[in-house]
């Protein structure tokens, strides 16, 4: 069982930058994909970014690609999505999720994952 908890979230001017936290309870977060997703107003869920279990394998969404990074720290059961010139149409509640499987490709599809956090706002305004 994982818990998440997402947190950095704010309002931003575009070009401006954030960083997101998602802190994990749970001994076994070193066992987890995890990824980010997230969903604009009266949009889907969307893939952000996935990070492989041991951090060495990481996938983008295309539109995020060049400006979002994602990282994780497993001594402090973390992850993070660095987030670099952006744009109002970023403009969205992100989700971290976990993935309980162990493989060097994390998933895109939010069926994938297991866990859920509860979200953390952004607003980029233009």
């Known amino acids: 069982q994982v818990q998440l908890v997402e947190s950095g979230g704010g309002l931003v001017q575009g070009g401006g930058s954030l960083r997101l936290s998602c802190a994990a309870s749970?001994?076994?977060?070193?066992?987890?994909?995890l990824g980010w997703f997230r969903q604009g107003l009266g949009k889907e869920r969307e893939f952000v970014a996935a990070i492989s279990w041991n951090g060495y394998n990481t996938e983008y969404a295309d539109p995020v690609k060049g400006r979002f990074t994602i990282s994780r720290d497993n001594a402090k059961n973390t992850v993070y999505l660095q987030m670099n010139s952006l744009k109002p149409e970023d403009t969205a509640v992100y989700y971290c999720?976990?993935?309980?499987?162990?493989?060097?490709?994390?998933?895109?599809?939010?069926?994938?994952?297991?866990?859920w956090g509860q979200g953390t706002q952004v607003t980029v305004s233009s």
């Open positions: 749970g001994r076994t977060f070193r066992n987890y994909n």
């Open positions: 999720a976990a993935e309980s499987i162990m493989t060097m490709s994390p998933g895109r599809q939010p069926d994938s994952y297991d866990y």
